[in-house]
């Protein structure tokens, strides 16, 4: 097992049977942590709300997909402001030649 120092103030349980670590604060209990096959997570003991914990590796391919999906994002925006442009030019032509009818 590890054996590595904890910059905290506070205390740190670990259960060796479930391999949970719980934090306590001034004597409350705060977050548990607690892994399985799927990942780490983090529970929230007094309102019992979990929240996965990524870890940078896990991270990385997520950041590459938000990035395509971005620049996706901005050719589109590009494409629907100048399809606007046109349909308000179109609009603007349509008007004027209401107002001013060929003989």
């Given at each position: ?83 606007r ?8 032509a ?10």
């Amino acid at each position: 097992m590890p054996n590595l120092k904890l910059d905290i103030d506070n205390t740190v349980r670990a259960r060796a049977a479930t391999g949970d670590m719980h934090f306590s604060k001034d004597g409350r209990h705060v977050p548990r942590l607690f892994g399985d096959e799927q990942g780490l997570y983090l529970e929230n003991t007094r309102t019992g709300a979990v929240s996965r914990v990524f870890l940078e590796s896990a991270l990385a391919p997520l950041v590459t997909r938000v990035a395509a999906q971005q620049t996706t994002l901005d050719a589109l925006t590009r494409e629907l402001a100048a399809l606007r442009a046109e349909i308000a030019k179109a609009a603007g032509a349509d008007k004027l030649e209401a107002s001013h009818p060929a003989p």
